[in-house]
């Protein structure tokens, strides 16, 4: 009996001493091959990764990304169509990509809105308009609800930004475990994550197929590493209580404002969030991307830039003289 103890033991161990290594190795071959490609900023002693085009000085449009996520999301399909007359901003949320995340509080919204003001702060003068997807659609609106003055207009793609009767995803209540969930993310997210990810990206785009080369395009692989994961888990495990938290202020926003949705969406219900926001903010229009999913901006990238100039204007427009 001892010896199968021990045999077991040893089974263990070496089994651990291998996902580790296969862990290290592959963040290292991740951060390789996902180098930054902005600058770092100091935002209250946490360094975030931005990254910026465009003319100093012009109009301003800050991107916001979603969980299991990082700043290449939306910067490849908006950058190159909006950097020749925007200044267009893009940084990595705390904790992913390539930005550190605080050690306490970073999951909340309030704290996701600070980070992205101190980004506004730092990387130009006047408001921006805010093109966020997903999570960072509810960082977007708390970012206006908390520092207005930063804001000009919002484009909310696919938003998750309410409360919802169901718990968060296995994989981000395992996640957010103490300690279990830091061997989770440690050792098993680096093995499994990777190939599995296929059939993961293809529920976000379904009923449409996953475009060709998206994976790289979007940096998916660095969706795997264990700070990075456990990051996004976090976030997505808090985000019932913020959304309830902040949802009641709503109505408080008559920022111009262009909401994009699919009519289905597996990720995120547009029906409890895509519709209801629209019904709460009384200057929001809402748009409806057929057959785009999780991610219209991929899919109907033409919607988006519509949204966008639609919504310059109408901050032209209400601009003081």
């Known amino acids: ?13 070496l089994a651990a001493y291998l996902l580790a290594a296969n862990s290290r190795a592959y963040v290292a071959r991740t951060a390789a091959r996902f180098p930054p490609t902005g600058r770092f900023i100091d935002a209250d002693g946490v360094r975030l990764h931005v990254r910026e085009a465009g ?7 800050l991107l916001i990304h979603g969980a299991s996520s990082n700043l290449l999301e939306l910067w490849g399909p908006l950058a190159e169509e909006f950097s020749p007359l925007h200044r267009v901003i893009a940084y990595d949320r705390p ?29 130009g003068q006047g408001p921006a ?34 409360p919802y009767p169901w718990k968060p995803a296995w994989w981000a209540r395992l996640s957010a475990t103490p300690i279990i969930g830091n061997l989770f993310c440690s050792l098993i ?10 059939s993961s990206v293809a529920n976000n785009f379904w009923p449409a ?28 495990v808090a985000s019932n209580a913020e959304f309830g938290a902040q949802q009641p202020r709503y109505g408080e926003l008559f920022t111009p404002t262009i909401i994009i ?3 289905k969406d597996k990720i995120v219900s547009p029906k409890r969030h895509a519709r209801a926001l629209a019904v709460d903010m009384p200057a929001a229009e809402l748009v409806i991307a057929p057959d785009t999913g999780h991610m219209p901006h991929r899919l109907r990238t033409d919607l988006i830039i519509a949204a966008i100039r639609r919504v310059n204007e109408m901050t032209s427009a209400t601009a003081p003289d």
């Open 189 to 198: 997210i680096p093995w499994l994550g990777p190939p599995l990810s296929p």
């Open 209 to 236: 197929p996953v475009p060709v080369n998206y994976l790289e395009e979007a940096g998916v692989p660095m969706v795997f590493k264990p700070r990075g994961f456990r990051a996004s888990a976090f976030d997505v």
């Open 129 to 162: 308009i805010l093109v966020a997807h997903s999570l960072g659609a509810g960082v977007a609106l708390r970012l206006a609800l908390d520092h207005p003055q930063l804001v000009s207009g919002l484009v909310l793609i696919a938003p998750a930004c309410n």
């Open 55 to 61: 003319p100093e000085g012009a109009p301003r449009m």
């Open 95 to 123: 904790g992913m990509g390539h930005s550190e995340r605080a050690k306490r509080g970073a999951h909340t919204m309030g704290s996701q809105a600070r980070a992205a003001a101190r980004v506004l702060e730092q990387t």
């Open 1 to 13: 009996m001892i010896l199968w103890l021990l045999a077991i033991a040893a089974a263990i161990a």
């Open 261 to 263: 949705t699919a009519e």
